[in-house]
């Protein structure tokens, strides 16, 4: 939450158009195609009743379409008890410029259901998301070919399910109807690593970060990833995933979780996986053995650590907490978690921000594979996997016969392998976040006006963005009607 008596001067979407705003003016793009651009095409809300434990309730949701130069639009679905229309509006812009930036093929869309999860049984939430999906599907916002909703806030793999089966009951003939939706279980037409796809999507977006010196010496970091010190807001799917794969792969230090009721801290280690089942069972991070527990959570966001991960809410550093974050790198999992105040007073210190539209793509990149896997009605690698690990043998059996040496058991199995699934996943994640940090580095290096990490991003994005526009006559370069 905001401090209490705290009020940002500025809307979520208005934060992000001023944020776009920076690198229109940096990279002096026309103001009518910049206008284009910034505008959301469409946004619904949608009232619909369901009969509650013998009551109708009325539902108030929201899907937004804020580009569909490409289709179809991509965005997440969260179920929230505070979601509006702004906020709604503020996070489809953020999809546009995401899959801009990591180059997925996709329009910007988002929505929200107006509720609050905790308070229905998990039968009466799979009647409410049917009905919201069946009003999203006659609309055409739950559309394999044009509108495609995942996971957010809230949801997960089992709203998913519900949604797809919504649409499935109103087009039963559409041959290619498992990809109306993205973040699917498994067993309905899901993709290995979807579920913790934005979670290594962070941990990708650090690690690339931290191949390159010359950032870490601007930001006052110093050595490789293993040890540093981290504090993570939100332990849900994002921020769960992020803290699993740092802590087990890369050898970085949770020293502190903050979560809705408060926040825990242990400056030699949290236990991740203790603290994730700790939170499910008791509903927080209270009583946490082994950890000094805090009421105020805001408090921990200002702690000393080196790298600070909001991976829970929009607007938590804000103008008034700005000036007291003490990390040395600030890694948006959530989406705006910065507001535009906070940003410029953060960039005025030094701090470095890898910003929400890079950090968090790896989510919509896999939504990506999911739903092109979806429409080729196969998974990846099934035709080449064996045909692969036949390739390898006759090498190695080769390399053998040249050398008159044996390979070691463990070096022939990786060398023989065929790609699974989740290893092409990977693999594509990890491409496309390094591919968009090198775009970000391009452009710092190629622009003087630009000196920051969002800037950066916005500037491939609103470039790329831009350019379909031209192609497609909608705009032109000169920004003449
Ligand atoms: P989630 O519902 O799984 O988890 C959110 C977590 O934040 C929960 O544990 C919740 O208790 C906690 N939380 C809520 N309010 C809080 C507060 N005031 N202080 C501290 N913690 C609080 O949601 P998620 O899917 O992990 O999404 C988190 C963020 O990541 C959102 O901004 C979302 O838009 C963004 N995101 C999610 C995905 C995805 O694939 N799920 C993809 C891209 C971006």
Redesign the pocket.
């Known amino acids: ?1 905001l401090n209490e008596g705290f009020r940002e001067s500025m809307s979520f979407r208005e934060c992000v158009d001023r944020m776009v705003d920076r690198a229109i003016v940096a990279t002096g793009l026309d103001p009518s195609t910049a206008k284009i651009i910034q505008a959301c095409n469409v946004v619904s809300q949608i009232k619909f009743p369901a009969c509650v434990r013998g009551t109708v309730e009325i539902f108030t949701g929201w899907w937004a379409i804020h580009s569909s130069h490409r289709l179809p639009a991509k965005g ?1 679905l ?1 179920f929230a008890p505070m979601v509006n229309q702004d906020e709604i509006e503020a ?1 489809a812009a953020l999809m546009s410029y995401k899959c801009a930036l990591a180059d997925v093929p996709f329009g910007g869309a988002k929505g929200g259901l107006l509720i609050n999860p905790a308070k229905y049984t998990e039968e009466e939430l799979r009647m409410i998301t049917h009905a919201f999906g069946t009003e999203l599907a006659r609309k055409e916002y739950l559309n394999p070919s044009l509108s495609v909703p ?7 793999s089992r709203e998913m399910a519900w949604l797809a089966d919504a649409y499935k009951s109103i087009f039963p003939e559409d041959i290619n109807q498992n990809a109306c939706v993205t ?1 699917k279980p498994l067993n309905h037409g899901g993709i290995t690593g ?1 579920v913790e ?2 979670g290594k999507g962070v941990q990708f977006a650090i690690r690339e970060f931290f191949r390159h010196p010359e950032e870490l010496e601007a930001t006052g970091l110093i050595d490789g990833l293993a040890g540093q010190r981290i504090v993570v ?8 995933h992020t803290a699993k794969f740092l802590t087990e792969e890369d050898g970085v230090i949770v020293i502190g979780v ?3 009721d408060g926040a825990v801290v242990n400056p030699d280690g949290l236990n991740i996986h203790n603290l994730r089942q700790h ?1 499910a069972e008791t509903g927080g991070v209270k009583g946490f053995a082994g950890s000094d527990y805090s009421e105020n ?1 805001a408090e921990v966001l200002e702690m000393e650590c080196d790298i600070l991960i909001p ?4 607007s ?1 550093i804000h103008a008034n907490n700005a000036m007291a974050i003490k990390a040395k790198l600030i890694v948006e ?5 910065v507001t535009y105040e906070a940003d410029e007073i953060l960039r005025h210190r030094g701090v470095t921000i890898l910003p ?1 539209i890079y950090v ?5 990149t896999v ?1 990506y594979f999911e739903w092109t896997r979806n429409l080729s009605h196969m998974r990846f690698g099934r035709l080449q996997r064996r045909f692969d690990e036949l390739r390898g043998h006759t090498y190695l059996h080769a390399l053998e016969q040249l050398t008159d040496k044996t390979t070691p058991d463990k070096l022939r199995d990786e060398i023989v392998r065929g790609a699974s699934e989740l290893d092409l996943v990977r693999s594509g994640l990890d491409d496309t976040l390094r591919t968009a940090f090198q775009d970000m580095r391009d452009v710092i290096k190629h622009n003087e006006n630009i000196h920051d990490f969002r800037t950066a991003a916005y500037t491939v994005a609103v470039a790329k963005i831009a350019q379909s526009y031209y192609d497609l006559g909608l705009a032109n370069p000169g920004g003449k009607p």
Do not use: K, Y
């Open positions: 939450m997440g969260r996070l995942a996971p957010d806030m809230g949801t997960s973040g979807r796809g934005t807001q939100g332990l849900g799917n994002v921020g769960f903050i979560e809705q939170l959570g991976a829970a809410l929009e938590q999992a959530a989406n705006g978690p929400d968090n793509a790896g989510g919509v939504s």
